[in-house]
């Protein structure tokens, strides 16, 4: 798991709640990353920050917000408006977003689950 | 649209077996194909990356082969152990956008004693 943490590892929410999950490096990484994973299908992009106090939608952004206030944490909020937010959800940093060859390390997960 | 497709969707073995995973994609233009382990509720962890000059890379008995040609990647696995029961995912980062990674839908390894 590296230098990420993610917490909490499990995560129960009532619909029409918002919930954050915390991602944390200690890798000096510029760059972090939220994925959705679901079952039988790839990872999927939320959202990506390439420095603080700055990032950029992914493929699925809709329902869930972000913010990028020190290098170290990139907090995802699932909101309300998220229709169906059951699923496993994985943090990620890498050196510089930019160059190619870098390597993406990836957190423990937050799995949350809607009841 | 570009795509990585993995097969087969999941492999049973019994421990000491050879095994090979099959990645085929069609991102182009791309810099790099990349092979990761996930074991169950856990995040991925890096196994091989590879540019698209590179032929093979090796990582312990782990050898996964790229032919950018036929756009075709293999992650071979040698004397599997119990430990490799994982799910191996395959992912490529195209060179159209400066943050794509591409990731396929993953094999999902059982090795039985």
């Known amino acids: 798991d590296g230098g990420i943490t993610q917490s909490p590892k499990y995560l129960f929410r009532k619909e029409g709640q918002n919930v954050t999950l915390s991602c944390e490096q200690n890798l000096n990484h510029d760059a972090m990353y939220w994925y959705r994973q679901d079952p039988g299908q790839g990872l999927r992009l939320i959202y990506y920050s390439q420095i603080v106090n700055d990032f950029q939608k992914g493929d699925i952004a809709e329902g869930y917000s972000v913010s990028r206030e020190k290098k170290e944490s990139f907090p995802l909020t699932v909101t309300s408006a998220q229709k169906n937010p059951t699923a496993f959800y994985l943090c990620?940093?890498?050196?510089?977003?930019?160059?190619?060859?870098?390597?993406?390390?990836f957190g423990p997960g937050t799995r949350l689950t809607v009841l | 649209k570009n795509q990585v497709e993995q097969s087969p969707q999941s492999l049973i073995i019994l421990e000491g077996k050879n095994c090979t995973l099959q990645?085929?994609?069609?991102?182009?233009?791309?810099?790099?194909l990349r092979w990761y382990k996930q074991d169950t509720g856990r995040g991925p962890v890096s196994l091989t990356i590879m540019t698209f000059s590179e032929n093979t890379k090796s990582n312990g008995r782990y050898t996964a082969t790229l032919d950018a040609d036929t756009k075709q990647s293999s992650l071979h696995i040698t004397a599997s152990q119990l430990s490799d029961s994982a799910s191996y995912i395959c992912?490529?980062?195209?060179?159209?956008?400066?943050?794509?990674?591409?990731f396929g839908t993953g094999t999902r390894l059982k090795v039985l004693a």
């Open positions: 990645c085929n994609y069609t991102v182009s233009p791309f810099s790099n």
């Open positions: 990620a940093s890498s050196s510089q977003q930019s160059k190619s060859y870098n390597e993406q390390f």
């Open positions: 992912v490529v980062r195209d060179t159209s956008g400066t943050y794509k990674y591409i």
